[in-house]
């Protein structure tokens, strides 16, 4: 018994031991990344998965501004959705995206910073524990999460730190939320700025309840545009939006559908 | 010494518990406020700035003392990294096994004690525009449940979980365009965090900030000058003193009185004790009045924020006699025997008082510098004696070049006889130890007007030593007599805070890079060791396992480099720095 203890203990060991020598590509990935096999640990653990094309990433093939990359994630045509991981395999910093739908549409938009060419992947979990993993490669020129954010420019970017815009759009029985926040998003790998960036987005109904949650890492692009889709079968007025950055600053507003 | 050895067994019992019990779970025992009013008395942990509330920075440790400090070695150093090496002016925190430190830009680290090992950084981002005056220091941080709190550079308080560093609430309590700062560390009584603010250059009103320190809703503003309302659970609550009793026209609404250095508390009153900073502007002439209360000690109930008593060290300031230093509760033993509740400060303005802490009544003041020219002495009633002639001339009888009036060569310096750096009281030899510096200055009045964010000074000035071979003394001050019982002068200028123990050991740093530690009878040096740079910042000790650690932060900067004028002969080879070290005697084989 105490031998059988110490054996589990130790295969726990193992388990959360540093990741030495397990690079390489593994013959199931579609898009062969040397860092699939450590992805696959940090975000779906040992969790079942399946390589899926019913995860839509759409993002341009090269990265035009590698400060600023537009990527749409569309799991509809999975029947449902509890949570979507967004991560880059070969950035500095992995994970830019940790969705929880909740009431909204398993539908995101949002742009990123990107270091070098990268596989972008979605792994959406479906109702069952499955993971079903879509993704793409984006070519860059790079640099994008270690050049200081465009806002350093300015004389003073805390004077406008958390204006948030907001446009709402009707589109086949949804509304569609567009809303960009005021933001340096720093990833604290430019020299001498420290990490900045917003943590938390929450979109509530008019009784404050959430409708969908979205974790935010650092490579979320300046000034973060996001676009999000509700049902118009939900009949709702009124979304509250609720940003919380990592120095603890609170940015909300109120917008009507 | 049978004590001391009972609290050591007790500290190591509890740090087991709390290792098996709690960190074993990722939870951090919660830090009450009893845990915070014991602070001096349990030596296993340091819970606030000052060890203890009342700010004696004396720790009845003596494992470490006068025979066994030449033993004493570093066991780990931390780098606070980046290419932010500015002043490094904090006290650090121990509690259950972590040590809490702040750096320069805003920054806090959490420690493993034993190892010296990160467990997690906070850094602040700040906006460009801070307008710190004296560099971009702090000076520690405070602890309440299982969060940990510091102000920062661009006004705001900040309270960060223990274990994980996150922020659980930041509060920006004033404009930082305006001039506000904050450099103190907060200090936690009831529950509440509270704080003062700088700013005395740019024409801001001091106040004193009471924060619930599990949601940072603001409980009470205090303003410090007069004409000023503070408020209460949101409302507007009472005037500060008697509008223009003090102060002509609306003089008041920029009448300066920065309460940047923070304050002590003292259970046995149950009162606050703040230091108010100079007015607004540095030029007196445009401020006939005394001004209070700027350049005083207040005492404040922490209930509601509303002054008990008063003590103005330098009425009408003319010289940015800038009194906020550290008002420290002790015993004081009369002639006749009896013990008076005291406590005492030792003013920028180059005197010592005495003050009833209960009352605010004036007991003494005695002069701890050598020089003392704007004033000849006390009344008994405690209001100065001036020398009127070591006041700058009025510009508008003009005297100077371009509109200035006649300058005048006056000692103490406007950066003190004493300044921020806190001074420790050893209930072992009922002595004072204060970190003290020889230094006049040649200043002059000019015309200035307020604007916001503006420097708010009307006066030049340029420092000079007063000596060749010294500007720092360290000097052990007796309360009951006013004199001086020994002295040690350093060539450059004293900035680090003292810690004074039951060992009878005096510790303080130089900015010759040193921590020493002196006999607390003779003054002797009996160790010393150099750290690489600069020491401005306060030490401390405590005990672990059965063994006494002794710690302090190294990294020249501070006021000094800024503002030295011709001291910067005495300091300019001085390389900048910014590490944690920590020390011990080694273990017996």
Not at chain 2, 103 to 130: F, Q
Not at chain 2, 186 to 191: A, E, Y
Not at chain 2, 418 to 437: E, H, R, V
């Given at each position: 018994m105490i031998a059988r203890r110490a054996l589990l203990a130790g295969m726990a060991g193992l388990a959360m031991g540093p990741r030495i020598g397990r690079a390489g590509p593994t013959p199931d990935d579609p898009l062969q990344s040397v860092n699939w096999g450590l992805m696959r640990e940090a975000f779906l653990g040992d969790a079942p998965f399946v390589f899926d094309d019913k995860v839509s990433v759409t993002a341009p093939t090269s990265a035009e501004d590698a400060m600023q990359v537009p990527f749409l994630i569309d799991a509809t045509r999975l029947s449902r959705v509890l949570r979507i991981l967004v991560f880059a395999d070969l950035n500095p910093i992995n994970r830019i995206l940790d969705f929880t739908p909740g009431r909204l549409a398993p539908v995101l938009a949002a742009r990123f910073k990107i270091q070098q060419a990268t596989p972008l992947r979605a792994a959406a979990l479906d109702g069952q524990g499955r993971w079903h993993v879509g993704g793409l490669w984006i070519d860059a020129m790079g640099g994008g999460c270690t050049a200081p954010a465009l806002a350093h420019g300015e004389a003073d970017w805390t004077a406008r730190l958390g204006e948030t815009s907001v446009r709402v759009f009707d589109r086949e029985g949804r509304k569609r939320i567009r809303l960009q926040i005021r933001h340096p998003m720093d990833t604290g790998l430019a020299a001498g700025i420290p990490a900045f960036f917003i943590e938390q987005l929450v979109l509530t109904d008019a009784a404050g309840e959430v409708l969908g949650e979205l974790a935010t890492s650092e490579p979320v692009s300046e000034n973060p545009l996001f676009t999000f889709e509700l049902p118009t079968a939900l009949g709702l007025s009124e979304v509250g939006i609720r940003a919380r950055d990592n120095n603890g600053n609170v940015f909300s507003r109120k917008v009507t559908l | 010494m049978a004590t001391t050895l009972r609290r050591s067994v007790a500290a190591v019992t509890l740090a087991m518990a709390t290792t098996l019990g709690f960190a074993g779970l990722g939870l951090a025992k919660p830090v009450t406020d009893q845990d915070i009013l014991n602070d001096a008395e349990t030596t296993g942990d340091v819970l606030t700035y000052g060890l203890g509330t009342q700010g004696q920075r004396f720790s009845p440790l003596d494992l470490v003392n006068k025979e066994t400090v030449k033993g004493l070695v570093p066991i780990w150093g931390f780098s606070f990294g980046g290419e932010k090496q500015r002043g490094q002016e904090s006290q650090p925190?121990?509690?259950?096994?972590?040590?809490?430190?702040?750096?320069?830009?805003?920054?806090?680290?959490?420690?493993?004690?034993?190892?010296?090992?990160?467990?997690?950084?906070?850094?602040?981002?700040?906006?460009?525009?801070?307008?710190?005056?004296?560099?971009?220091?702090?000076?520690?941080?405070?602890?309440?449940?299982?969060?940990?709190?510091?102000?920062?550079?661009?006004?705001?308080?900040?309270?960060?979980?223990?274990?994980?560093?996150?922020?659980?609430?930041?509060?920006?309590?004033?404009?930082?365009?305006?001039?506000?700062?904050?450099?103190?560390?907060?200090?936690?009584?009831?529950?509440?965090?509270?704080?003062?603010?700088?700013?005395?250059?740019?024409?801001?009103?001091?106040?004193?900030?009471?924060?619930?320190?599990?949601?940072?809703?603001?409980?009470?503003?205090?303003?410090?000058?007069?004409?000023?309302?503070?408020?209460?659970?949101?409302?507007?609550?009472?005037?500060?003193?008697?509008?223009?009793?003090?102060?002509?026209?609306?003089?008041?609404?920029?009448?300066?009185?920065?309460?940047?250095?923070?304050?002590?508390?003292?259970?046995?009153?149950?009162?606050?004790?703040?230091?108010?900073?100079?007015?607004?502007?540095?030029?007196?002439?445009?401020?006939?009045?005394?001004?209070?209360?700027?350049?005083?000690?207040?005492?404040?109930?922490?209930?509601?924020?509303?002054?008990?008593?008063?003590?103005?060290?330098?009425?009408?300031?003319?010289?940015?006699?800038?009194?906020?230093?550290?008002?420290?509760?002790?015993?004081?033993?009369?002639?006749?025997?009896?013990?008076?509740?005291?406590?005492?400060?030792?003013?920028?303005?180059?005197?010592?008082?005495?003050?009833?802490?209960?009352?605010?009544?004036?007991?003494?003041?005695?002069?701890?510098?050598?020089?003392?020219?704007?004033?000849?002495?006390?009344?008994?009633?405690?209001?100065?004696?001036?020398?009127?002639?070591?006041?700058?001339?009025?510009?508008?009888?003009?005297?100077?070049?371009?509109?200035?009036?006649?300058?005048?060569?006056?000692?103490?310096?406007?950066?003190?006889?004493?300044?921020?750096?806190?001074?420790?009281?050893?209930?072992?030899?009922?002595?004072?130890?204060?970190?003290?510096?020889?230094?006049?200055?040649?200043?002059?009045?000019?015309?200035?007007?307020?604007?916001?964010?503006?420097?708010?000074l009307g006066a030049g000035f340029t420092i000079k030593p007063l000596y060749q071979d010294h500007i720092g003394v360290l000097r052990a001050m007796d309360p009951a007599t006013g004199k001086i019982k020994w002295e040690y002068k350093n060539h450059a200028p004293l900035w680090g805070g003292v810690l004074t123990t039951g060992g009878g050991l005096v510790f303080t740093g130089t900015p010759e890079g040193y921590l020493k530690a002196f006999d607390d009878e003779t003054g002797e040096e009996l160790w010393s060791f150099n750290t690489g740079s600069g020491v401005v910042a306060s030490p401390i000790t405590w005990d672990m396992d059965g063994e006494q650690y002794v710690a302090v932060v190294s990294g020249w900067g501070g006021a000094v480099p800024l503002w030295g004028g011709d001291v910067a002969d005495f300091v300019k080879s001085f390389n900048q720095g910014g590490m944690l070290w920590v020390f011990k005697l080694p273990k017996k084989a």
């Open positions: - | 925190l121990v509690v259950d096994g972590v040590m809490y430190v702040t750096g320069s830009y805003s920054r806090m680290w959490a420690i493993d004690v034993k190892t010296g090992k990160e467990l997690w950084e906070y850094n602040h981002r700040l906006p460009d525009g801070i307008m710190p005056c004296c560099d971009v220091i702090n000076r520690g941080a405070a602890v309440y449940g299982d969060k940990v709190y510091f102000g920062t550079l661009d006004a705001k308080v900040v309270a960060l979980n223990r274990e994980t560093g996150k922020v659980v609430w930041s509060k920006a309590i004033e404009d930082y365009k305006a001039g506000y700062s904050i450099t103190n560390a907060p200090l936690v009584v009831n529950g509440m965090v509270i704080t003062g603010i700088g700013g005395g250059e740019f024409g801001i009103v001091g106040k004193v900030y009471a924060l619930d320190a599990n949601t940072g809703e603001m409980k009470w503003i205090r303003p410090v000058i007069e004409g000023n309302v503070g408020t209460l659970d949101g409302k507007p609550s009472t005037m500060t003193g008697t509008k223009n009793a003090s102060w002509q026209g609306d003089q008041w609404q920029t009448g300066g009185g920065g309460t940047w250095l923070g304050g002590t508390y003292d259970p046995k009153t149950g009162l606050l004790y703040y230091g108010t900073g100079n007015p607004s502007p540095w030029n007196s002439w445009l401020r006939p009045g005394d001004n209070l209360y700027s350049s005083s000690r207040l005492a404040i109930d922490p209930k509601t924020g509303e002054i008990k008593w008063s003590y103005q060290t330098t009425p009408h300031d003319g010289w940015d006699f800038d009194g906020v230093n550290e008002l420290i509760s002790f015993p004081l033993k009369g002639a006749d025997g009896k013990t008076i509740d005291a406590a005492a400060t030792a003013d920028r303005n180059g005197f010592f008082f005495v003050l009833d802490r209960t009352t605010g009544k004036f007991i003494s003041a005695s002069p701890f510098v050598s020089r003392h020219d704007w004033a000849k002495g006390y009344d008994e009633n405690g209001r100065p004696i001036y020398n009127t002639d070591f006041r700058p001339g009025d510009p508008a009888k003009g005297g100077g070049a371009d509109g200035k009036g006649t300058s005048v060569f006056t000692a103490p310096s406007f950066l003190g006889g004493k300044n921020w750096m806190p001074m420790a009281y050893s209930q072992k030899t009922g002595l004072f130890y204060i970190p003290s510096n020889e230094w006049g200055m040649d200043i002059w009045n000019e015309p200035i007007t307020y604007k916001k964010g503006a420097a708010y």
